[in-house]
């Protein structure tokens, strides 16, 4: 199978993904932070239509877009149920569902901590992810409406997956998020690693998509290995400065 993904930086620090399925020309808008920069970029690569919007939780730099290409895509709008909360949603889905992008299979999966209801859509023929704010490179969401208990769990969930699968976060937040890691990691792989974040934040190149088996060796929230230790870790990185 075919999935044709294209990112782009907007707002302060989002990502917007635009994927579509090579086997029927379906197109989807994974989270919707600027709706105008979403219809430029279609404009822009020629794909001529937008069929799903794919939400991953409520928080407006995710939603924004929703109103504004409901009206002028007339695109099937999909996630959770929180969504409703701010912004239109067409389709409810929770743990356990698939949603088809043309003939690309995405399983639904439920990641509550950044929110109670997050999901990610996993992809698992293809190998990728698009996890929204549950998991980032050598970091993870912060916990404004979950427990430690449940984003550790969460994490674990994503955790489970083949070292393979590309993950598509939805912040650039790499080079903080490395500065925490090497507070927390003398190794000499995780200080290489770290320094190859910040040579491309310096050259100006996202360091997103990242890859799950690099973040289960070097992710202080993955590597934890308990909710204690995780609470601990998130707590301290609450309390650092960006």
Known sequence: MTLDVHLFPCRSDNYGFLIRDGATGVVAAVDTPDAARILEELERLGWGRLDLVLNTHWHLDHTEGNERLKAEAACEIVGPQEVRRVAPLDRVVADGDTVMVGQTRFQVVATPGHTLGHVVFHAPDDGLAFVGDTLFALGCGRLFEGTPEQMFDSLQRIKAWP??????????????????????????????????????????????PT????????????????????????????????
């Open 163 to 208: 070292d393979a699968t590309v993950i598509w976060c939805a912040h650039e937040y790499s080079a903080a998020n490395a500065r925490f890691a090497l507070s927390l990691d003398d190794r000499p792989e995780t200080a290489a690693h770290a320094q190859a974040i910040f040579a491309a934040r310096e050259r100006g190149e996202p360091t997103v």
């Open 211 to 242: 890859v799950l088996g690099t973040e289960k060796r070097f992710n202080p929230f993955l590597t934890a290995t308990d909710a204690d230790q995780f609470a601990a870790r998130r707590a301290a990185k609450d309390a650092s400065v960006r």
